[in-house]
């Protein structure tokens, strides 16, 4: 299928909301008038690509800052967070046409964008909770968080499921390996780091899929750098960067309709406002 008809065919298949038609047609748009000028085929992309066709947009934005990776889509996150917000628009508005395309047998995989997330977070002033078909929707998205969306997917799944607990992203990024406790009766305690990265925080009694994701993880997980016991590790052994878990969120969230349509976006604070059992109200305004 062309990619412009995957494009009609898709935004016309009824599951999505005529606001969010409204946003990701002239988003996925833009995108294909750009391959077409760069003489890049739209299923056969890298994040390179993509990274090209959003650097024009958010070079006005960088101060004089070139666009070059992920210290660069931080600081926009911290300097013109409306700019950031957009931008992840757009990634979202891609990785669906991308999941769409995948759903048809058009590509092999789905791209994984994370990396091109600004990451931004809380939204002031609006609901932080999942409803209950937003839950189970991003239980779906975790269980299908495979090999072939990201290399370290049993770490990103853990990191999920540590939300679901309660524990913020910045508890997240510096959990202490040594103060994760197995006890006889299979489960974990786990004591969150407090702020001043010394003292030990409150204690959480890991649910039982985050201990089976824990134990997955744990036989993959890289090797730390010398004096380094962050629990969570990326390259190099050393620990994630901070804003990794909202990045993630927003991705993962970003290949289902009913979680990349919602507004505001599910950003890594909701999914830990929102817990495994607490019962979350109405949600949002549809």
């Not at 008809?5 to 995108?31: C, E, F, H, K, N």
């Not at 997330?117 to 299908?144: H, K, N, S, W």
Request: charged fraction near 20%.
């Amino acid at each position: 299928m062309d990619p412009r008809a995957l494009l009609d065919t898709w935004l016309a298949s009824g599951t999505l909301r005529p606001s969010t038609i409204g946003r990701y047609r002239p988003q996925v748009d833009d995108w294909l008038t750009w391959c077409e000028t760069h003489g890049i085929h739209p299923y056969h992309v890298t994040i390179q690509h993509v990274a090209d066709w959003c650097a024009p947009r958010l070079l006005p934005h960088l101060d004089g800052r070139g666009f070059n990776g992920p210290d660069d889509l931080a600081y926009l996150a911290e300097t013109s967070p409306d700019v950031a917000g957009t931008h992840d628009g757009y990634i979202t508005a891609l990785t669906q046409y991308y999941k769409a395309a995948w759903d048809r047998g058009l590509i092999t995989g789905i791209p994984n964008l994370t990396d091109l997330r600004a990451g931004v977070d809380r939204v002031p002033d609006q609901p932080q909770r999942l409803t209950y078909m937003e839950r189970a929707a991003f239980f779906a998205c975790i269980g299908m968080w495979g090999p072939d969306k990201a290399r370290h997917y049993l770490r990103d799944r853990l990191i999920a499921y540590l939300l679901l607990e309660g524990m913020r992203p910045g508890e997240i990024v510096r959990l202490d390996s040594r103060h994760l406790y197995p006890m006889p009766d299979g489960t974990y305690d786990v004591r969150a780091p407090d702020y001043d990265f010394e003292a030990l925080g409150p204690q959480h009694v890991l649910e039982p899929l985050t201990v089976s994701a824990l134990k997955a993880y744990l036989p993959s997980r890289p090797t730390p750098a010398a004096g380094e016991y962050a629990l969570i590790l990326g390259q190099g052994g050393r620990p994630i960067v901070s804003r990794y878990p909202n990045m993630l969120i927003r991705q993962m969230a970003s290949s289902e309709p009913t979680l990349a349509q919602r507004q505001p976006p599910v950003t890594a604070d909701v999914v830990a406002h929102t817990g495994f059992w607490d019962t979350p109200p109405a949600g949002p305004a549809r």
